[in-house]
């Protein structure tokens, strides 16, 4: 059974920095591409930044673009997401999540490619 656990969320102010990791229990981790969403409350679950299962391709919400880096160390079996200069519409609960398919060669930002997701860790940006 895979797991996923996020960590790292809690309450910054507006152009402040936080430093979210995602750890997998899962002993393939290296062959699936992983994916960071949010969702505010009201509002639909939305991409926020994906990287390849090799770590050689990113790609970002236009809303993070500059702002936010998503990485991996495959040999601790991590996510990370940091994000900086953070706004007040960046506050939503984060989670992230494994992509069904191995080795894909197109990425995606749907949430219907992923298949585990963790619980979700909260950030909350103030003005």
């Known amino acids: 059974q895979v797991q996923l656990v996020e960590s790292g969320g809690g309450l910054v102010q507006a152009g402040g920095s936080l430093r979210l990791s995602c750890a997998a229990s899962i002993r393939t981790f290296s062959s699936y591409d992983m994916g960071w969403f949010r969702q505010a409350p009201g509002k639909e679950r939305e991409f926020v930044a994906g990287i390849s299962w090799s770590g050689g391709s990113t790609y970002y919400a236009d809303s993070v673009k500059g702002r936010f880096t998503i990485s991996r160390e495959n040999a601790k079996n991590t996510v990370y997401l940091q994000m900086n200069s953070l706004k007040p519409e960046d506050t939503a609960v984060y989670y992230c999540?494994?992509?069904?398919?191995?080795?894909?060669?197109?990425?995606?930002?749907?949430?219907?490619?992923?298949?585990?997701w963790g619980q979700g860790t909260q950030v909350t940006v103030s003005s």
């Open positions: 999540a494994k992509r069904r398919d191995a080795y894909t060669i197109i990425l995606s930002m749907a949430g219907a490619s992923y298949d585990y």
